[in-house]
């Protein structure tokens, strides 16, 4: 299955620490993205990264993908109580559907 | 200005009834989909229509249907219901199809079906 894996599923942090969230899948990818959900909301998009793609910044995200180990993080550096949510991979390969997986759960504790 | 709403936000019935939820974006978005997030926070895409024209279908069962009277609508009625239908719903809206490139996709806020 092409389904990505978050890892940890839950995260727990103070205010200003920093948070990696892992991503890992089975099968070749066109691109992978990592989404956002607050509790009771939908989904917002943080960050798209293609396959010949190494590694995006967009302000205080920071996302790798290494293709050879089939895997890729997101970096939300001096996080804020409100980053508080659930981080969601999704990986597209040749039908471009994005397949999510279970997410990871960060807690920010002011 | 909500960019994808839908209606209702809770939905509870019994098994066996009839349910529709709809959608609406007002991105000028030509594709929309629907996707359901079950209890374990798994969210699989089940349908994608590009301006009315159903483009994607994951092997839903035929007791839901959607219905895209125009490229800003797309709702998604219920045949049937069963308890394992009960989960949340999210629409979701994309400026073209996903394997265009237009991948960044806006989502709605959900609507929680419990089937009773």
């Known amino acids: 299955s092409q389904q990505g894996e978050e890892d940890p599923q839950a995260l727990s942090i103070q205010e200003g620490e920093n948070a990696t969230m892992n991503c890992s899948y089975k099968?070749?990818?066109?691109?992978l993205q990592w989404y956002r959900q607050n509790s009771g909301r939908g989904l917002v998009h943080l960050i798209l990264i293609r396959s010949n793609e190494r590694e995006k910044h967009s302000g205080r995200l920071r996302v790798t993908l290494d293709t050879s180990k089939k895997s890729s993080s997101l970096l939300i550096t001096a996080s804020r109580a409100a980053d508080t949510a659930s981080y969601f991979c999704?990986?597209?390969?040749?039908?471009?559907?994005?397949?999510f997986g279970r997410g990871t759960s960060l807690i920010v504790h002011p | 200005d909500t960019a994808v709403s839908q209606t209702p936000k809770y939905l509870v019935t019994q098994m066996g009834n009839d349910k529709s939820i709809k959608c609406e974006q007002n991105?000028?978005?030509?594709?929309m989909y629907w996707y359901k997030q079950d209890s374990k926070k798994f969210l699989k895409i089940m349908f994608s229509y590009n301006n009315k024209e159903l483009i994607i279908n994951e092997t839903v069962p035929n007791r839901f249907s959607p219905k895209s009277p125009d490229k800003a609508h797309l709702n998604l009625h219920i045949n049937s219901l069963e308890l394992g239908d009960s989960a949340v719903y999210f629409c979701?809206?994309?400026?073209?199809?996903?394997?265009?490139?237009?991948?960044?996709?806006?989502f709605g806020p959900g609507t929680r079906l419990t089937v009773l």
């Open positions: 991105l000028g978005h030509d594709t």
């Open positions: 979701a809206s994309s400026q073209d199809r996903l394997a265009r490139g237009a991948n960044e996709q806006f």
């Open positions: 999704a990986t597209a390969g040749g039908s471009y559907i994005p397949t």
């Open positions: 099968t070749s990818i066109n691109n």
